[in-house]
Structures are given as structure tokens and as C-alpha cells.
């Protein structure tokens, strides 16, 4: 006991960022594993082992396992993947939001993302068939992920213009302009959802709820190269964001490019929420408390954050994903009704626990 | 073409069982669409049902599927159905495209008002699942028609039809609705006419279109508060239809299905919105 206490103290987790990034790597794979053979249609074993002999080119599928090839194959596995690469965006722009904002509540609805999102996606569940007539035909099932896109996109380049005042992009007028964009966006969709039916009004609810039950293969690509490689920038975006954590002041005199790392953080969050909400309708609650879940146990260092968000809001939707197709079975729950639910407790607790420790 | 295509497909997927008829497995999605399949004799083959599928009393006791613009892919495939019976209505459209994907076997049926609607829906569902439906196609189209005399006889009666009144201003219907299309054939006029589908009724539009009858949906009704909660409401107090208390309700999937329950669901609200003229009383059906 004497002797332990003047051994050299053991190196904390924290500082092994390798070692905890590893364990989140794990953590995702384990997650999409029972994605993937885990769900409301059973697969046998033997039906597995012969899709995956299929699949190999080992041995052809007989015709009894055709339905367990399409649930594995047509189903699961691109619905897998894309929760991972949204859930994967989701955690790392909340990341980097918090971390640019130096604001724990700070998500990425805050730059506007999701408000014009739904705005757009609205528009298009409400005019779709009318207004963008010859459009909408020629697009057909893309009309709408490409209609949220956009309007996740222009609204957080208006509110970042709005809050811009002579070429510095000020936090706090940031913040103003962001709640100011959410609020016109929200008007603007309220002032749809009067003009729309009974049955678009159903379907604008079910999609500000998220689902992936739309998933398809010809979506991944898409989702990789919008979600995925803007997730790996904020990533990159670790060491200016440690340094902005000091102040701008600080981060100023440690040779960071502010202003520049503002802009490129708010562009890259925005693309990978608007692309992912685009395809899913809004998840809430990932990109705010995978963040602080990651902050709690390994400190506020980006290193870890950023990317350790980013793997635990893969592995988070994945697992939400599973137990909203499950857990009602044939019917599905909303996936943001999961994560919300899994989320809004988990982050009333983490308020409670941070104000005793204040007091 | 493509979506026959598509079903030719599919079909070959559980072709085993796709041939025996008695062990076929059916879901069906969509009030009308369920209604239809068990007045055909169907009804032991559906394994599972959607949440606007209340009718006939079996549906009740089957696995729920979900609200059907909310379906699910994987639950879907989970029943191993060989035919997924679905009303254009179903949705969302990502997850039917997911489900072609998928290859599973599925017949979309076009809803619609009115007896045209009725019986294509009920020859369309009978060709989906095997069976000839022109015997009750040809009933329920002779019920549909036995009315049509003695209600072209009566002075049409001004009407709204309050979806909601619980809550706000009343949502009433407008042109382009089931709700629409049953009041014109129930001897009504439906009064409002500036909007389709259902909006919020202020109360000088309402004093404006003075409808003498007020036609809910029985549990709106009960959600309102009964014929006084629904008079309570400004928008509706100032109408003749208040001063008569002339509100009248039905059972929502009876009156709005247009599946075969459309005659009898006819003579129902008409002689609810007309108790003195001579209606013929149709004959009972099984399906009804």
C-alpha cells in the first residue's frame, strides 16, 4: 500500500486514445453483427451459412433460403450501413458543434441543419406531385433526400451569413442567427403543413420521427461519399478544435486559421446531418449525447471525441435501428422516437449529476 | 406493365406454396382492401393486417403491421407472405421499393370513392388472390343502385363533414375526399367547396355556408363531446344545422371504406340525413 502509492502513477485510459478508439471499432463491428443477424425475420444458422456460401461463391443458394438472402442481403445489410455512416455523422458533427460552440447543448440543429431540412423535405411530401410535377417524375424516390439536402444546406448558409459580421463569425451572433433561422424555418414549414392533407400530414410526421426502413444499396454510395468523407474532415478537425477549446484569442495566438476552422467545421457538420437526415428523416438526440458520453469518460480531448463519437454514433443508431424494427414487430417504431428515448433520460441524468457536482 | 412484371416475379419466389390456394398466406393492408379479401371467403388466409383494418371483427385478433404509410420492410417479410395486398395508399414509398427489392410478392390495388371505385377494387383483389369477384362486385353494385331513385327523388340536404371538432376550429372536408364523394350520394351537398381535402372551418365561413346537417364520424363524435361538445364549438353553433341539432354520425371505416360495405354504409347515412323519405331496405349480407 506504501509502496503503491510512490509507484509511478498508471497511465489513464484517457491518454491511450489508440487503445479506446480500438475498443469503439469493436464496439461498431459487435453493433452491426446483430444488425445484421438480429430482427423480426428469423435466420436460421443454416440459412446464414448457405447465404454466406452464396455470397462467397462457395456453393449456389438453394431456393429455401432465398427469403433469408433477401432479408441478409436486400434488407439488412445496406440499412446497416447506412445507420452507421448517418449515426457515424450524427455523433461527429455534434462533436464538433459542442466543441465550436464551447457549448455542451450545442447539437447540430443548432447551425439550422435540420429545421431547413425538414422545411425542404415537407415542401416536397406537400408539392411534390403538383408543383414539381415533371421533376418528381424523373426523380422519383430521390426527389425528396435531394429536396432535404438542399435545404438543410442553403439554411445553414444563411444563418452562417447572417452571422457574419465583417468577415468574423462571431459565436454568439452565430448562436442568434441559428435560433432566428430555426424559428422562420419552422414557420415556413407550419405554413405548409396547413396547405397539406390529412395523408401528408401523416407522412411529415412520420418522417420528422427518422426511419430506415427506406434503406436501400443504391443510397450507400451516396451516403459514404456525403456522410462519410465529411465525417472524416471533422475528424481531421481535432487539433484546431482543441485549440479553439483554450478561446479564439488563445487558438489565434497557436497559429490556428479561426475563422477558417469555424467555416470548414459548420460546412462539413452540415453536409453529413443534411445528407443523413435527407435519407432518414431527423434523428435526435445522437449528435447531442454521444458527445458528452465520450467527455465524460475521456475528457474533452478532440482526439478522442471526435472520433470516438463518431463510432459510437454509428454503433448507437445501428443497435437503435435494430430495436425499432424489433421491438414492435411486423410494425416498426420511429427510430428517432428510440434514440430520443434512449437519450432524453441518459441526458436529464447527466444534467443532474453535473449540477450536484457544481454544488 | 412493370408492376405485373414485377409480381410475375415475385411469385416465383415461394412458388411451392403459391400453388395450393387453401395454404396461402395473405396480409392486407388498407381498411377496404381487408374488407374485401373477407367478403370474398378469403379471410382464414390473412395472416396479418394494417391499422386502419378493423373490419370484420377476426381482423381484431391478427398481428398489426403498423399505421400503413409507416410499413415496415423487415416485419412485412417476417409473416412470409405470399401475397402482400396493399392499397395505393400504403406507404411510405421508400419501404415498398425496399420490399420490391426484396422480391417480395405484392398486388397494389388503386383505392377510390364512389361504386365504380367499389368494384373495381373488389374484381382487382379477386384477380390478386385468385378468386372471381364478380358476384359480389354485381350484389353490392345492385344494393349501391337500389338507392339511387329514391335519393335523386329527395331535395338535397346542406351538409359538412367535421373530421375533428375536439380541438380548435372544426377540420371539415372539402372537395376530393371519400368524405366528399359519400355525402353527394347520400342525398347531401357537401356546402364547402373553395378547398380540397380537410381544413380548419372559421366561424363566418361556417355562418356563411349555413349547413343544415352536421355528418362525424362516431368517434369523433364521442371524442368531441357527444352533439352538445360538437355545438359548443363557435364555428358550428351559429349554423340551421345547430338549431335542429342535426348532427349526425357513422362508424369512420363503414362510411369512408368504399370497400363492400359501401351500399349498406350509403343507405345508413341517408337515412340518417332524410328519416322521413322511403328508403328500400337492402337485403343483409354476410360481408356487412
Redesign the interface.
Known amino acids: 500500500m506504501h509502496i503503491a502509492r510512490i509507484a509511478p502513477p498508471q497511465r489513464r485510459l484517457a491518454d491511450r486514445p489508440t487503445l479506446i478508439l480500438l475498443g469503439g471499432a469493436v464496439l461498431l463491428m459487435a453493433a452491426m453483427a446483430a444488425g445484421v443477424l438480429f430482427?423480426?425475420?428469423?435466420i436460421s444458422p443454416g440459412g446464414l451459412g448457405a447465404v454466406l456460401a452464396d455470397f462467397l461463391g462457395l456453393a449456389p443458394l438453394p431456393d429455401a433460403f432465398?427469403?433469408d438472402a433477401?432479408?441478409l442481403g436486400?434488407?439488412?445489410a445496406p440499412r446497416v450501413l447506412m445507420a452507421a455512416l448517418i449515426g457515424a455523422g450524427l455523433g461527429a458533427a455534434g462533436a464538433a458543434m459542442q466543441g465550436l460552440f464551447r457549448n455542451p447543448l450545442a447539437d447540430p440543429g443548432l447551425i439550422g441543419v435540420s429545421a431547413g431540412a425538414a422545411l425542404a423535405a415537407v415542401a416536397a411530401i406537400v408539392f411534390g406531385a403538383t408543383v414539381f410535377g415533371a421533376a418528381a417524375g424523373a426523380l422519383g424516390?430521390w426527389m425528396l433526400p435531394l429536396a432535404a439536402f438542399i435545404g438543410g444546406l442553403a439554411a445553414t448558409l444563411l444563418m452562417t451569413r447572417l452571422g457574419t459580421v465583417g468577415g468574423v463569425t462571431g459565436v454568439a451572433t452565430l448562436l442568434l442567427a441559428g435560433v432566428a433561422v430555426n424559428a422562420l424555418a419552422g414557420a415556413l414549414t407550419g405554413l405548409l403543413i396547413?396547405t397539406?392533407?390529412?395523408?401528408q400530414v401523416?407522412?411529415i410526421t412520420?418522417w420528422t420521427l427518422g426511419?430506415l426502413?427506406?434503406?436501400?444499396?443504391e443510397q450507400v454510395p451516396v451516403v459514404a461519399a456525403l456522410v462519410g468523407l465529411p465525417t472524416l474532415g471533422l475528424i481531421a478537425l481535432a487539433r484546431p478544435l482543441d485549440a479553439l477549446l483554450l478561446g479564439e484569442a488563445e487558438a489565434f495566438h497557436l497559429g490556428q486559421k479561426v475563422e477558417v476552422v469555424k467555416r470548414i467545421a459548420v460546412t462539413l457538420a452540415a453536409i453529413a446531418v443534411a445528407a443523413g437526415v435527407a435519407f432518414t428523416g431527423l434523428i435526435g438526440f445522437v449528435g447531442l449525447v454521444v458527445p458528452h458520453l465520450l467527455r465524460l469518460g475521456f475528457g474533452s480531448g478532440h482526439r478522442i471525441v471526435l472520433p470516438g463519437s463518431a463510432l459510437l454514433g454509428a454503433a448507437l443508431l445501428v443497435l437503435a435501428d435494430l430495436a425499432a424494427?424489433s421491438l414492435?414487430?411486423?410494425?416498426?417504431l420511429?427510430v428517432g422516437v428510440v434514440t430520443a428515448l434512449l437519450g432524453a433520460p441518459f441526458f436529464l441524468w447527466l444534467l443532474r449529476r453535473r449540477a450536484g457536482g457544481v454544488a | 406493365m412493370r408492376r405485373r412484371a414485377l409480381l410475375g416475379l415475385a411469385a416465383g419466389?415461394?412458388a411451392a406454396r403459391f400453388a395450393h390456394a387453401a395454404e396461402r398466406r395473405l396480409v392486407t393492408v388498407g381498411g377496404a382492401v381487408t374488407e374485401t379479401v373477407f367478403a370474398l371467403g378469403a379471410g382464414d388466409q390473412v395472416v396479418?393486417v394494417d391499422?386502419t383494418s378493423t373490419f370484420p371483427a377476426p381482423t381484431r385478433r391478427l398481428?398489426?403491421?403498423?399505421?400503413l404509410?409507416?410499413?415496415?420492410?423487415?416485419?412485412?417479410?417476417?409473416?412470409?407472405p405470399d401475397l402482400l395486398l396493399l392499397s395505393d395508399?400504403a406507404?411510405?414509398?421508400?419501404?415498398l421499393?425496399?420490399l420490391r427489392?426484396?422480391?417480395?410478392p405484392m398486388a397494389v390495388i388503386p383505392d377510390g370513392a364512389g361504386l365504380d371505385a367499389v368494384t373495381r377494387k373488389i374484381i382487382r383483389i379477386g384477380q390478386a388472390i385468385g378468386r372471381d369477384g364478380t358476384a359480389l362486385a354485381g350484389t353490392v353494385a345492385a344494393d349501391w343502385q337500389a338507392l339511387d331513385a329514391p335519393l335523386a327523388a329527395l331535395r338535397p340536404l346542406r351538409a359538412i363533414f367535421v373530421?375533428s371538432a375536439a380541438r380548435g376550429a372544426p377540420l371539415v372536408s372539402g372537395r376530393s375526399t371519400h368524405a366528399d364523394a359519400m355525402l353527394q350520394a347520400c342525398g347531401a351537398e357537401n356546402c364547402v367547396r373553395d378547398f380540397?381535402?380537410?381544413?380548419p372551418l372559421s366561424a363566418e365561413s361556417a355562418a356563411q355556408l349555413a349547413p343544415e346537417a352536421i355528418i362525424m364520424m362516431d368517434h369523433a363524435l364521442a371524442e368531441a363531446g357527444g352533439i352538445d361538445g360538437v355545438l359548443r364549438a363557435t364555428a358550428l353553433a351559429v349554423t340551421p344545422a345547430a338549431s335542429a341539432r342535426r348532427v349526425v354520425a357513422v362508424e369512420g371505416s363503414y362510411l369512408l371504406g368504399f370497400g363492400p360495405r359501401a351500399a349498406h354504409a350509403r343507405r345508413a347515412l341517408a337515412a340518417l340525413l332524410h328519416p322521413t323519405a322511403n328508403l328500400p331496405a337492402l337485403p343483409g349480407r354476410d360481408w356487412v
Open positions: 430482427g423480426p425475420a428469423r432465398r427469403r433477401a432479408v436486400v434488407i439488412r424516390l396547413f397539406a392533407d390529412d395523408r401523416r407522412d412520420f426511419s426502413a427506406g434503406s436501400r444499396w424494427r414492435a414487430a411486423p410494425a416498426e420511429p | 419466389l415461394p396479418a391499422s398481428p398489426q403491421v403498423g399505421y404509410r409507416a410499413l415496415a420492410p423487415e416485419g412485412l417479410i417476417s409473416l412470409n395508399e406507404g411510405p414509398p421508400q419501404a421499393a425496399v427489392a426484396a422480391g417480395a373530421l380540397q381535402g380537410y381544413r
